[in-house]
């Protein structure tokens, strides 16, 4: 049960009359189609007809139908006490599954078991790393080998690296690739991207993070991974005692609400350094190898911006705070504060590397880079679940993504990237049953994603009306993390 998100009374067999059904995977449209479902999978997709016995009908009037939207960077389960607020605003606003990128040997044997948390309307679990590659587990080589090798052994679907050095980080990739497990996430201040894509590292985050990927495409390259390379790792014990893990998950997440508060001034030269020698054929050159090397990427667009304009009014004063959980608006504002401080050199270089970020992104589209949506939402700072999915549509767009872009990095390209092509992103027959109704034609232009006028999840429906009541009630009692 929930504590959002009423049962729907209408599933089972269900016919989502006259709709035009928007495909991802060619960019095609076809209008006057009937959608039949049956259980949790799509039976039929057929010319608007005769009735269908015994089904509940859904009149679309014409509206558009496409595959329902992945977050592929999350924390949702950062909480698996208190997951219900965050799983009812991605339900409202069409994110029926999600990447968990920060895991733990509790978090795996509790799927293994069957016991995560399922209030009514939850998203799919689609997968989760195990703890984070950090000073902790991966302070040596001997000791990343041991991390891969227990996470192998207990069900991760990839390893996440969070804080490691280019020895650690390397020594678990081959590891990694020696065990047929996937390695991704933050690329060290002391790696070569190319080297990382070389030797098979599966995705990127947040285009780096920080200057790693932008040192690779400046002209004065050297000069920028030298400055960059002084970066420190942060303050976690590099020693196992009684009780070390909780310590490093709360320092991590103490520093994942914002990690731009510990920009020295050092790293903001090289950023300036980095956006101030930017060179286009050798972001063409980078995109190529990614391209060659399968080498996806995760921009959370919304997350570095978060981070860079820490202090905006736009975050701050963000409407949407009225669905969080008290003590994480309170965590928020804190670090808030905390950038506020921060010399304005350094945030003005903050601020100015948001072009660099954009430009990248639309470099690498062009290239054909793989590229999935993810926001990391469920502890950062100013990013709110659900609803976050959207903004990072609005920004792929002010990079100059095109909409069947933004649409398949949120329905066909997740799939491709968990390595499940042809299992779900596409409204067709045997498809599973989680599908988004839109107002609006959503390859005439992306802001058609967010005007939702219903949602099916596993083979239940939610109207408008339905999913406006269950943000009324996060509202009158927040509690999303």
Same mark, same amino acid.
């Given at each position: ?20 059904v ?41 509206r ?15 909480t698996p006490?208190?997951?219900?607020g ?18 733990s040997?509790?978090?795996l ?24 590659l950090?000073p ?5 080589v ?7 090798r227990?996470?192998h052994?207990?069900g ?20 990694a ?25 599966w995705? $990127?985050?947040? %285009?780096?993070? *920080?200057v790693? /990927?932008?040192? =690779?495409?400046?002209?004065? @390259?050297? +000069?920028?991974? !030298? ?10 014990p ?9 310590? $490093?998950m709360? %320092?991590?997440? *103490?520093?994942? /609400?914002?990690? =731009?508060?510990?920009?020295s @001034?050092? +790293?903001?030269? !090289? ?14 050159e ?25 202090d ?38 903050l601020?100015?590397?948001?072009t ?5 992104t ?23 679940p ?28 997740p799939?491709?990237f ?40 596993d ?23």
């Amino acid at each position: 049960m929930s504590r959002y998100v009423e049962p729907s009374s209408i599933n089972g067999r269900v016919l989502i009359r006259d709709v035009t059904v928007a495909d991802p995977l060619d960019g095609r449209r076809t209008p006057g189609q009937d959608v039949v479902v049956e259980g949790n999978k799509i039976k039929s997709v057929t010319a608007t007809g005769a009735p269908v016995a015994g089904a509940h009908v859904v009149e679309g009037g014409g509206r558009f139908v496409v595959p329902a939207f992945m977050d592929m960077h999350t924390h949702a389960l950062n909480t698996p006490e208190d997951v219900d607020g965050a799983y009812a605003l991605m339900l409202a606003n069409g994110v029926v599954g999600f990447r968990q990128m920060s895991g733990s040997r509790a978090l795996l044997k509790s799927r293994h078991e069957g016991t995560l948390p399922q209030p009514t309307g939850a998203p799919a679990l689609k997968a989760t790393a195990g703890d984070l590659l950090t000073p902790l587990n991966a302070g040596t080589v001997d000791g990343v080998v041991q991390a891969v090798r227990e996470q192998h052994r207990d069900g991760a679907d990839f390893i996440k690296a969070g804080a490691t050095t280019r020895t650690t980080f390397m020594a678990a990739l081959k590891e990694a690739n020696r065990l047929g497990i996937r390695l991704g996430g933050h690329l060290p201040a002391d790696l070569d991207p190319r080297e990382a894509a070389r030797e098979g590292v599966w995705s $990127v985050e947040h %285009l780096g993070p *920080g200057v790693t /990927v932008f040192a =690779a495409v400046s002209s004065r @390259e050297a +000069e920028v991974r !030298a400055m960059n390379a002084t970066r420190k790792l942060p303050p976690i014990p590099k020693v196992t005692f009684p009780g070390a893990d909780k310590l $490093v998950m709360k %320092l991590v997440k *103490g520093m994942a /609400v914002n990690p =731009a508060t510990g920009t020295s @001034e050092l +790293e903001a030269h !090289a950023y300036e350094l980095a956006d101030g020698s930017y060179d286009q054929n050798k972001a063409e050159e980078l995109a190529a190898l990614f391209v060659e090397h399968t080498t996806w990427q995760c921009p959370t667009l919304i997350r570095v911006h978060t981070q860079q304009f820490g202090d905006s009014p736009q975050h701050a004063e963000d409407p949407r705070r009225r669905y969080m959980a008290p003590r994480e608006l309170r965590a928020w504002d804190k670090s808030a504060k905390k950038f506020s401080k921060l010399p304005d050199g350094t945030r003005t270089a903050l601020r100015n590397h948001w072009t660099a970020q954009l430009r990248m992104t639309k470099t690498f589209a062009d290239a054909g880079v793989p590229m999935v949506v993810g926001t990391d939402a469920c502890g950062a700072a100013g990013i709110i679940p659900g609803f976050a999915l959207h903004d990072e549509f609005d920004h792929l767009a002010e990079a100059g993504l095109d909409p069947l872009t933004i649409l398949r990095m949120t329905t066909t390209e997740p799939a491709r990237f968990l390595g499940e092509e042809g299992a779900f992103g596409r409204v067709i027959p045997g498809m599973p049953a989680d599908l988004v109704l839109l107002k609006e034609d959503p390859l005439e232009d992306h802001t058609a994603l967010r005007k939702i006028a219903g949602v099916m999840r596993d083979g239940s429906w939610w109207s408008r009306a339905d999913l406006d009541a269950v943000l009324q009630r996060v509202a009158a009692k927040p509690g999303a993390h």
